[in-house]
Nanobody, 125 residues
Framework: QVQLVESGGGSVQAGGPLRLSCAVS????????VAWFRQAPGKEREGVAA????????YYTAAVRGRFSISRDNAKNTVTLQMTSLKPEDTAMYYC??????????????????WGQGTQVTVSP
């Protein structure tokens, strides 16, 4: 089992930054890929960014590439999503998730087996 706890959500004006953190605990051997997903009301959950075990490989959905940065600190068992130049369309509940599936880089929610409870991000115009 892997436990994931998100923190750092909140409200921010468009153009501002926000940083999300995900604390990973339990059997971290099952968390080769850790990713951030988001879900806005009435929309499907979408993958935002993923990072591999070493932190050397990162993948981003096109909508956030160049604005968001994912990183992993294995000494602290933490995965961070640094978000800049936020837009109102970034408003959503953000979830941290983990998997050992080889396809984890593809940011498909169905491949992720462990999920946190989520943290809300609200971006006002």
């Amino acid at each position: 089992q892997v436990q994931l706890v998100e923190s750092g959500g909140g409200s921010v004006q468009a153009g501002g930054p926000l940083r999300l953190s995900c604390a990973v605990s339990g059997n971290t051997d099952n968390a080769y890929w850790v990713a951030w997903f988001r879900q806005a009301p009435g929309k499907e959950r979408e993958g935002v960014a993923a990072v591999n075990k070493s932190g050397a490989r990162q993948y981003y959905t096109a909508a956030v590439r160049g604005r968001f940065s994912i990183s992993r600190d294995n000494a602290k068992n933490t995965v961070t999503l640094q978000m800049t130049s936020l837009k109102p369309e970034d408003t959503a509940m953000y979830y941290c998730a983990a998997t050992n599936d080889n396809g984890g880089y593809s940011l498909q929610p169905r491949l992720y087996h462990y999920w946190g409870q989520g943290t809300q991000v609200t971006v006002s115009p």
